[in-house]
């Protein structure tokens, strides 16, 4: 039984699933989810660096979202630029965003820099909604034809389906490496108890800098994806607290701080809140945000380290409960 | 600073909470090689002065030079760097890593890389007697303090500060940890213990310092220092919810 | 003469800031934690008014009472089923719980009452008063008074009565007040239960005077923590004086800079509270 689930053969499988899903369900809705779903588990992954694995728990990280999605657009309305040339930029800005919040948060305890993020997230989000120059409240648009091949407004779902999937390939491949250096022993070290991570010589305020610049990074792209995708960016769309509360709970859901917990997270929510919002139609986001908030409450409540954490308590009993049936 | 090749100079420590002084201008000199207990009845500034040492605390006055250099101010993990672990009066292990995992996140202070991070947390785990692979929350009580005091060797240190190691442990178990700091000690570490069991004090420790009220009431060898009127009445002397130092072997000192 | 009516006015409401806010700095006082779906209490108690205002009719005494009550019996039940568990385990756990149950509570209130505004009907409270050539809402006048005389009198029980030296007792060292015979779990069950209370009142009060909707809750939870910052982290009375500070701030925000900024300016001085004065004004950090 466990060679059958070993987790090498568990990746393959997964890998190989992702890889021929949109050819095999090539219908647009199938193609949307798929979509949808890599760019959660990306976001999700993202966040995890910081909120997962250190243990530093951002409500509010849709401020690097959103500047990763605006960055490209302000370029191209402005400048011409195509969107992905600006890329870099909005990985700079937040970059340097994750600093200006960090330095002043990481040295006092948690629940500050919990709060600052809620609070930035809002001030970006209410700013950007006066400021012409980007738009103000009715956002930004990106180009409706192609210049060329390198502005990435495609008609199909396909490429940005593939172009989502090796993003998110590199991303958890950046983060397996790290979980298993000296980094990731750190940011772990830090998360269950700073002060004994202190008097092993853990340097736990640029650690903790460290994490939140490569998951400021990451999300950034994210966005950035996103727009090139939607070709559309507002204020709330951007900087909306609802994208921060999706992170997180995706996060949570999977296993917050493994691995594969995010993209475990973003496999059950995504088709669920797909599911929501078509059953409840109109008033189904109103109800998909009281689940959400249900769904990380209970989390909270009764099994903080997720979906994988309860699949380590139950799973040992129900290979232990599956052996006796067949000897039986 | 020439100060004769001290390891560790702790000169006129004090520590004030507000207006209550914890720690009243103690000193402390520790050679390399020196085995030195801190005791005292409960509040009486052990801790505090442990702390402050330890670098969690900052002292409100007086200076700590350790090997040449002032860490009167510097962070716990500058202490670590300088060559001082510890360990925590309740054991505050990685209780979601495994055993190995805990003392590897000790050992890559001085070994950056994977490999020999871990190579070095199973060197130390074979001294301390641990098995690697199982997680840390699995551990009780004397296994979470024996991974503490491994997590902190691993770091290699020159000072280690032990802070309760030996509390609340079996008879047996007590042997065994005495054992084990009397091996770290010959291994060339210079060991400074605070400690509420007479056992440990009279056997381990080549000099004691005892502390009541914030000041350091007596200093010298533990045979002396125990016949000293003023210790006897810091102990025997007011009410308080520790009983006093009792020399047989089976009291954990509560 | 505007001016000193914009003052007054970011005064007024800067004094039911002060209140609601003295609950979250309780609880941070006591248990060193942080709820995220204070501002909901807040919007809830506002609710609550307007149930009692609809069904029964009842004036502002009533309506304000049956939020104090309402609210009190939240908190204690919140305590119980999801805060008590959670504050002994991991930060994550511990972050996630009010903050989820603030998505909980805020879109409830949406799925119920619409995102539209609402106001309560005219009460005795109705019309402006003339002071010394300032035009106040009468509501705004006596919502604001009260603010401060609860606020002030949140700060007397803590600090000169036996049950409130036995709340700062749990909170300054708790394994000392047990062994003095105070059991936390029943000062920190009660802690939320004032807390939540005072945020309820606050919203009542507000229900008077200022027309809301379920997202007030969000700004409330925000300013709440701005308040408990710039007052100190644990201080009721700091939080009395970073109240009135905030809400004349905001006040004037939106005079000169127009209604949008009022919000950002006080985000902004968050901000820079935790670059340059953690503490705040007068607490503990």
């Keep these: ?328 | 600073m020439p100060d004769g090749g001290k390891l560790l100079d702790a000169t006129n420590v004090s520590k004030k909470f507000g207006e209550f002084r914890a720690v009243a201008g103690a000193d402390l000199a520790v050679n390399a090689g020196d085995i030195i207990g801190l005791i005292g009845p409960n509040g009486a500034g052990t801790s505090t002065f442990f702390n402050c040492l330890a670098g969690e605390t900052v002292p409100s006055g007086g200076r700590i030079v350790f090997d040449g250099k002032d860490l009167t101010r510097a962070s716990p993990e500058a202490h670590a760097r300088a060559g001082i672990g510890r360990t925590f009066q309740v054991p505050t292990t990685f209780a979601d890593m495994s055993v190995i995992h805990n003392v590897m996140v000790g050992a890559f202070l001085r070994h950056p890389h994977r490999n020999d991070a871990r190579d070095k947390a199973r060197a130390v785990l074979e001294l301390t007697g641990l098995r690697p692979d199982q997680p840390a929350r699995s551990l009780g009580t004397p296994g979470r303090k024996r991974l503490e005091i491994a997590r902190a060797l691993a770091t290699e240190p020159r000072l280690l500060l032990l802070d309760e190691s030996l509390a609340g442990l079996t008879p047996s178990e007590l042997q065994e940890a005495i054992a084990l700091v009397r091996q770290i000690h010959q291994s060339g570490v210079t060991i400074v213990i605070v400690e509420h069991i007479m056992e440990v004090i009279m056997t381990l420790t080549r000099h004691v310092l005892v502390f009541n009220q914030g000041h350091v009431i007596a200093s010298g060898t533990p045979d002396s220092v125990v016949r000293e009127p003023a210790v006897i009445e810091a102990y025997l002397g007011r009410s308080h919810r520790r009983p006093p130092p009792d020399p047989s072997p089976a009291n954990g000192g509560g | ?285």
Excluded: C
């Design chain 3, 1 to 285: 003469m505007v001016f000193l009516q914009v003052i007054v006015g970011g005064l007024l409401l800067g004094a039911i800031y002060a209140l609601f806010s003295s609950g979250l700095t309780l609880i941070w006082g006591m248990m060193n934690f942080i709820n995220f779906a204070h501002g909901e209490f807040v919007m809830l108690g506002m609710y609550v008014a307007f149930l009692v205002v609809v069904w029964i009719g009842g004036g502002p005494a009533i309506f304000t009472l049956a939020a104090a009550f309402a609210l009190l019996l939240l908190g204690i039940a919140i305590y119980l089923s999801l805060i008590r568990h959670v504050i002994r385990g991991p930060m994550l756990a511990q972050i996630l719980s009010t903050f989820g149950l603030a998505l909980l509570l805020r879109y409830t209130a949406f799925y119920i009452f619409s995102a539209n505004f609402v106001s309560l009907p005219q009460t005795w409270l109705a019309g402006t008063i003339n002071l010394a050539g300032i035009y106040l809402p009468v509501a705004q006048l006596v919502g604001g008074i009260l603010a401060i005389v609860l606020t002030l009198a949140l700060h007397v029980l803590l600090t000169r009565t036996v049950m409130g030296s036995r709340l700062l007792a749990v909170a300054e060292d708790r394994a000392a007040a047990m062994l003095m015979g105070i059991r936390p779990d029943r000062m920190q069950m009660l802690a939320w239960g004032l807390s939540a209370g005072a945020a309820g009142i606050a919203g009542a009060l507000m229900a008077t005077a200022y027309p809301w909707s379920p997202s007030v809750g969000e700004t409330f939870g925000l300013i709440a923590f701005v308040v408990v910052a710039l007052g100190g982290f644990g201080s009721v009375l700091g939080s009395l004086y970073a109240g009135l500070i905030i809400g004349l701030i905001q006040a004037m925000s939106a005079f000169w800079l127009g209604a949008i900024y009022k919000d950002i300016v006080v985000y902004g001085l968050f901000v820079a509270l935790l670059w340059f004065r953690p503490q705040g004004l007068m607490g503990k950090a």
């Design chain 1, 1 to 328: 039984m466990t060679k059958i689930l070993s987790p090498r053969l568990v990746i393959v499988v997964l890998a190989a699933a992702l890889l021929v899903y949109p050819l095999v369900l090539s219908g647009a809705f199938y193609r949307d989810i798929g979509v949808t779903f890599l760019l959660a588990a990306i976001s999700a992954s993202a966040w995890n660096i910081v909120g997962g694995y250190a243990g530093q728990v951002s409500v509010g990280h849709s401020m690097f979202f959103g500047l990763g999605a605006y960055t490209p657009l302000l370029f191209y309305t402005q400048w011409g630029w195509p969107p992905m040339a600006a890329i870099p930029v909005a990985i700079a800005l937040a970059i340097g965003l994750s600093i200006v919040i960090g330095m002043p948060t990481f040295r006092l305890t948690g629940h500050y820099f919990s709060m600052a993020t809620i609070a930035v997230a809002e001030l970006i989000r209410i700013f950007t909604g006066t400021w012409d120059f980007v738009g103000a409240a009715i956002g930004l648009q990106g180009p409706a034809i192609a210049r060329g091949w390198w502005d990435l407004t495609f008609r199909s779902e396909l490429p940005y389906y593939y172009l989502f999937l090796v993003v998110l390939a590199f991303l958890l491949a950046v983060t397996s490496f790290i979980e298993r250096r000296r980094f990731g022993f750190y940011l772990r070290a830090i998360k269950s108890s700073e002060r004994a991570a202190r008097s092993l010589g853990v340097p736990v305020r640029r650690t903790k800098m460290q994490a939140l610049a490569l998951s400021a990074a990451f999300t950034s792209v994210a966005g950035s994806l996103y727009v090139i995708k939607t070709g559309f960016i507002d204020p709330d769309s951007g900087f909306g607290i609802l994208i921060s509360v999706q992170m997180v709970i995706i996060a949570a859901l999977g296993g917050a701080g493994t691995l594969f917990g995010p993209l475990v997270g973003a496999l059950i929510l995504i088709p669920l809140q797909s599911a929501t919002n078509t059953w409840f139609g109109g008033g189904g986001s109103g109800l998909t945000y009281i689940l959400y908030g249900g769904i990380i409450v209970l989390i909270a409540r009764f099994e903080p380290g997720g979906l994988f954490d309860l699949w380590n308590r139950v799973a040992p009993g129900l290979r232990g409960a599956l052996r006796k049936r067949r000897h039986a």
